[in-house]
């Protein structure tokens, strides 16, 4: 009877779901809310919520309650570590124009996150120098919170994290310096070294972090002389690295004595609850220059802050030598944000952005149809796509033209082969439902192509296996393997998690 009435939840829950009556991003009935309408016992609808969130339909969230997940019905994206670094080929400014085009699908779309409650004539008045001393002490113990050690008097506020990367990179290394650079990230990040004349060697990252072998290798032979690091939830992805590769990571740094940026706009963005390792968390040495912030679509609602370490002296005058200071205004709008109570604080957009995501992430495999599947989010701000079949120069194009604030091309994020497959969604729009229609209707016109193309290549290789058969000549043993590993890498390797930690943890 205990078994049923468990179940009963579960049933209610499918029900309710069957009905659209809830859907994924949706927050669930408070326990005892349920218990009444349903005329059961608290402790019988807590079971049943534990057997909805262990079948992965339900996710409690500390202080918020519990909340539909999405349940994919297609098999997740695999985001694999390269096996290889990228040494890009120079082109100036192009690339730059090109991600700063794509600007609006890198922050968040609120028009009413950090937006100032302050009404004066004198609000756009900027503060010189750092910024107001109450401010730093309120984004010092946000940093605290995330295992960062740090005094209020070594912080730097600005409206605009990209102003102090290209500060910090030009204070930092010098015209043709090799700088290497985790991907995929944020495509302003290598964008911004080539348009300064800077040569870039990328590494990609798999869900679990780079090769640190292979970092090591591209240390010993390269003279690099600036490290980049995506903090673990940049965009587009989300990595979940564990301590033992960040230790290792930091003891590198610290071994080289290597000038490191952490580019981390996304820490308030995680999608599992619990304290967040970055870099500087462990960095003692005092090498890696911390950028954080919160960006967003709105004018003048951007805030940016930096840890400069050791290289404060070198930071400093670049730093003062730019227009970058937030109004009072600004200020303000930024120590509400970071204040957990506030209506407009970081922690209750995280919980936005996250239902919103998983709204999208059922939106678009209902409309697509499993022509793509979805890398797992782990946190921030973009949701990492993987095509069936890249879309021709054609039909991007046309999707650009209306959704450039929406998406970014995976060629912009990510240096590897089949980065054309891949795709970034911002998961901070309203309204997924006009993208999703003309995703659905260039995937069509894309699979009809693939179709014919299909066709024609079996008519072709019927004609060569006839030739083939009456050839005496027999494929060699190397040939043979070469097909079977052809044939092996077409298929989708099965993730194994220890054969990852003995990779990414212990090289």
């Known amino acids: 009877m205990a078994d049923f009435l468990y179940k009963g939840v579960v049933d209610w829950f499918l029900d309710q779901v069957s009905q659209e009556a809830i859907a994924a991003g949706d927050r669930m009935p408070s326990l005892r809310a349920l218990a009444k309408q349903l005329g059961l016992s608290l402790n019988t609808v807590i079971h049943g919520y534990e057997i909805l969130t262990e079948e992965g339909w339900i996710e409690s969230r500390p202080k918020s309650g519990y909340f539909v997940c999405h349940r994919s019905d297609t098999k997740p994206a695999l985001l694999l570590a390269g096996e290889a670094l990228r040494k890009l080929a120079p082109v100036g400014s192009k690339a730059a124009w090109s991600c700063l085009a794509h600007r609006g699908a890198l922050v968040d779309q609120s028009d009413a996150f950090l937006a100032s409650s302050v009404r004066s004539e004198e609000v756009d008045i900027p503060v010189l120098g750092k910024g107001h001393l109450t401010v730093r002490e309120t984004v010092s113990e946000h940093l605290k919170g995330l295992a960062i050690k740090n005094h209020a008097s070594q912080l730097w506020l600005g409206d605009s994290p990209l102003t102090m990367l290209t500060q910090s990179i030009q204070a930092l290394t010098q015209r043709d310096d090799t700088v290497l650079v985790i991907t995929p990230c944020d495509p302003r990040l290598s964008s911004t070294l080539q348009s300064l004349g800077r040569r870039v060697i990328s590494i990609a990252a798999g869900d679990r972090g780079v090769d640190l072998d292979l970092v090591v290798r591209c240390l ?190 995976g060629t912009l994020i990510s240096d590897e082969p089949d980065a054309d497959y891949w795709m970034a969604i911002n998961v901070t729009l309203d309204d997924v439902e006009p993208l999703a229609k003309k995703l659905a209707e260039r995937l069509s016109l894309k699979n009809e192509g693939a179709s014919e193309a299909k066709r024609t290549s079996a008519k072709a290789s019927a004609v060569e296996s006839s030739h083939a058969e009456d050839s005496p000549k027999k494929a060699s043993a190397e040939e043979k393997k070469e097909v079977r590993k052809q044939r092996d890498a077409s298929t989708n390797p099965l993730y194994n998690p220890m054969l990852d930690l003995i990779n990414h943890d212990f090289g």
């Open 220 to 409: 010993q032979e390269n003279e690099i002389k600036l490290l980049i690091l995506p903090g673990q939830f940049a965009f587009p992805a989300g990595l979940a690295i564990s301590n033992l590769s960040l230790r290792r990571w930091v003891a590198i740094i610290d071994e080289l004595k290597l000038p490191t940026i952490e580019w981390d706009l996304c820490s308030h963005l995680p999608h599992r609850a619990g304290s967040l390792m970055t870099y500087k968390s462990l960095d003692s040495s005092d090498h890696i220059v911390y950028i954080g912030g919160v960006e967003t679509k709105g004018v003048n609602r951007s805030a940016s802050w930096c840890l400069p370490g050791r290289h404060q002296s070198a930071l400093e005058g670049a730093f003062l030598s730019i227009d970058m200071a937030l109004s009072d205004a600004q200020q303000q709008a930024l120590s509400e944000a970071l204040l957990s109570t506030g209506k407009r604080s970081l922690v209750r957009r995280a919980r936005q952005v996250w239902a919103n995501s998983e709204r999208i992430k059922a939106h678009l495999e209902t409309h697509l149809q499993g022509q793509v599947s979805f890398a797992a989010s782990k946190g921030g701000m973009g949701l990492w796509m993987n095509l069936e079949a890249p879309l021709n120069q054609q039909d991007m194009t046309a999707l650009l033209a209306n959704y450039r604030h929406v998406i970014v091309p």
